[in-house]
């Protein structure tokens, strides 16, 4: 049966792609659940490096299928040119496996995105701009084109005009613009249906027989729980639901289906776009991180806010998302320091003081990390294969860690290759059962 579900714990960016990675081995499929190209996964084999931003982590395994669950919003440019990508570099797609009933970022949702960021000006959520916000939107309206929708031009041409005329008001500034054209669309579109057909498929389906066989699916989140549309920081969010709860409904499996819940954090935190962020580093300790841990985005280049380890999101996150496990990424980046912090609480307006994440917008806004100084340590950590290889400060950091959010800390990430991980306690016994 084992179904495993791998979350980003903080504001997404957690190294969560190398963690499936590292599992997808092992399954039989790996299924995406919500999100969009929003996301964007680095996984480094050898010399070469990939980037995705739709296709699963498990693609370089030529056993493993690949599924992007109904939960993902899909824009078919990016998703084909992927493709073709993958390909041209001599990767084996035949197990990509597409939700029917996933819904499709159109033209007009990423013009309807940078719009809504322009007119809120100053007061910007800083979204990605590839119309992830708009998609969803029209998805709950009922307004939304799905894949299936691709194949029949008739209802794909229908669906598209009912989608646009609500929002003719809002698009006027853009009536010149050749993508908005209902022809041109339509047939742009009806082209990507060809190119995808071959792939498309009741992908729940998939992910049932392959449980109900008794093998291994991974389902793998995009962004981090605080990015959650419910339990994130609102607005500042993304419009989907990137906590484990999640992965049920946008991979259509039950409750049940799900054995473990894999939290993935860095050792510090990052966070692009706007929004409260109680541990940033507006300094040069923050800037020393950045450039250490290469922190600029995948998909958009911009560069990463950064601060220390804030326990009290981290907890909460594990808290939301029932976490079994948790993957603790990118520790080598921390070396150098004399003494390591990690906020265990916030001290809001007034001096009042919170441990745990506040659900109040206004004072997450004024809330600053209160910190726990930890010992540092010098070594690099980038050789370290065995829990007994860190340094002991570094172990006593990611004992504190485990102690103060009370879930075991299973995986350890020390660099970027794949084989810079340390499986600390036990050997992640699921997947090695599986
Ligand atoms: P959207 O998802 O493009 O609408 O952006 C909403 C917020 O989520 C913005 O703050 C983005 O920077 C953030 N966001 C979206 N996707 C990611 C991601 O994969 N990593 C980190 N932040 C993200």
């Given at each position: 049966?084992?179904g495993?579900?791998?979350?980003?714990?903080q504001?997404?960016?957690?190294?969560k792609?190398?963690?499936?990675?590292?599992m997808?081995?092992?399954?039989?499929?790996?299924?995406r659940?919500?999100?969009?190209?929003?996301?964007?996964?680095?996984?480094?084999?050898?010399?070469?490096?990939?980037?995705f931003?739709?296709i699963?982590?498990?693609?370089?395994?030529?056993?493993?299928?690949?599924?992007?669950?109904?939960?993902?919003?899909?824009?078919?440019k990016?998703?084909?040119?992927?493709i073709?990508?993958?390909?041209?570099?001599?990767?084996?797609?035949?197990?990509?496996?597409?939700?029917?009933?996933a819904?499709?970022?159109?033209?007009?949702?990423?013009?309807?995105?940078?719009?809504?960021?322009?007119?809120?000006?100053?007061?910007?959520?800083?979204?990605t701009?590839?119309?992830i916000?708009?998609?969803?939107?029209?998805?709950?309206?009922?307004l939304?084109?799905?894949?299936?929708?691709?194949?029949?031009?008739k209802?794909?041409?229908?669906k598209?005009?009912?989608?646009?005329?609500?929002?003719?008001?809002?698009?006027?500034?853009?009536?010149?613009d050749?993508?908005?054209?209902?022809?041109?669309?339509?047939?742009?579109?009806?082209?990507?249906g060809?190119?995808?057909?071959?792939?498309?498929?009741d992908?729940?389906?998939?992910?049932?027989?392959?449980?109900?066989?008794?093998?291994?699916?991974?389902?793998e989140?995009?962004?981090?729980?605080?990015?959650?549309?419910?339990?994130?920081t609102?607005?500042?969010?993304t419009?989907?639901?990137p906590?484990?709860?999640?992965?049920?409904?946008?991979?259509?499996?039950?409750?049940?289906?799900?054995?473990?819940?894999?939290?993935?954090?860095?050792?510090?935190?990052?966070?692009?776009?706007?929004?409260?962020?109680?541990?940033?580093?507006?300094?040069?300790?923050?800037?020393?991180?950045?450039?250490?841990?290469?922190?600029?985005?995948?998909?958009?280049?911009?560069?990463?806010?950064?601060?220390?380890?804030?326990?009290?999101?981290?907890?909460?996150?594990?808290?939301?998302?029932?976490?079994?496990?948790?993957a603790?990424t990118?520790?080598?980046?921390?070396?150098?320091?004399?003494?390591?912090?990690?906020?265990?609480?916030?001290?809001?307006?007034?001096?009042?003081?919170?441990?745990?994440f506040?659900?109040?917008?206004?004072?997450?806004?004024?809330?600053?990390?209160?910190?726990?100084?930890?010992?540092?340590?010098?070594?690099?950590?980038?050789?370290?294969?065995?829990?007994?290889?860190?340094?002991?400060?570094?172990?006593?950091?990611?004992?504190?860690v485990?102690d103060?959010?009370?879930?075991?800390?299973?995986?350890?990430?020390?660099?970027?290759?794949?084989?810079?991980?340390?499986?600390?306690?036990r050997?992640?016994?699921?997947?090695?059962?599986?």
């Amino acid at each position: 049966m084992p179904g495993i579900v791998i979350v980003g714990a903080q504001w997404g960016d957690e190294g969560k792609g190398k963690v499936v990675d590292l599992m997808a081995e092992r399954a039989d499929a790996v299924v995406r659940f919500q999100g969009g190209n929003n996301a964007g996964h680095t996984i480094v084999r050898g010399d070469e490096t990939f980037k995705f931003h739709l296709i699963p982590s498990g693609i370089l395994y030529p056993a493993t299928r690949c599924v992007i669950g109904n939960g993902v919003v899909i824009d078919p440019k990016v998703l084909t040119d992927e493709i073709d990508h993958l390909r041209d570099r001599g990767v084996d797609v035949s197990g990509l496996r597409v939700s029917a009933n996933a819904h499709l970022i159109m033209p007009y949702h990423l013009l309807l995105d940078t719009a809504g960021e322009t007119r809120l000006g100053k007061a910007e959520i800083g979204t990605t701009r590839r119309g992830i916000g708009p998609a969803y939107a029209d998805k709950a309206a009922r307004l939304g084109i799905r894949v299936q929708d691709l194949l029949d031009e008739k209802i794909l041409k229908k669906k598209i005009t009912a989608a646009l005329y609500p929002k003719a008001l809002s698009l006027r500034p853009y009536e010149r613009d050749p993508s908005l054209d209902l022809q041109s669309m339509t047939e742009e579109y009806l082209t990507y249906g060809h190119r995808l057909e071959q792939y498309i498929a009741d992908t729940s389906r998939l992910a049932w027989d392959s449980l109900d066989a008794g093998r291994l699916v991974i389902f793998e989140g995009a962004q981090g729980a605080l990015l959650d549309i419910d339990h994130g920081t609102y607005p500042f969010v993304t419009s989907s639901n990137p906590v484990a709860g999640a992965a049920c409904v946008g991979a259509g499996v039950g409750p049940r289906d799900i054995d473990e819940a894999w939290g993935v954090a860095k050792a510090y935190v990052t966070r692009v776009g706007a929004g409260p962020f109680p541990t940033e580093l507006d300094d040069d300790t923050g800037e020393m991180i950045r450039t250490r841990g290469g922190e600029f985005g995948t998909t958009t280049g911009r560069a990463r806010r950064t601060g220390w380890l804030d326990l009290v999101a981290l907890r909460y996150a594990a808290r939301i998302n029932g976490l079994t496990h948790v993957a603790i990424t990118k520790l080598d980046v921390l070396s150098g320091f004399e003494r390591v912090k990690v906020c265990t609480r916030y001290r809001g307006a007034e001096g009042a003081q919170f441990e745990d994440f506040p659900y109040h917008q206004t004072v997450l806004h004024q809330s600053v990390g209160e910190y726990v100084e930890l010992e540092g340590w010098e070594e690099d950590l980038g050789t370290c294969r065995s829990e007994a290889d860190l340094p002991r400060a570094a172990r006593a950091y990611l004992d504190f860690v485990a102690d103060w959010i009370d879930v075991p800390i299973a995986l350890v990430g020390v660099g970027p290759g794949r084989d810079q991980i340390i499986w600390l306690g036990r050997d992640a016994p699921t997947v090695a059962a599986a």
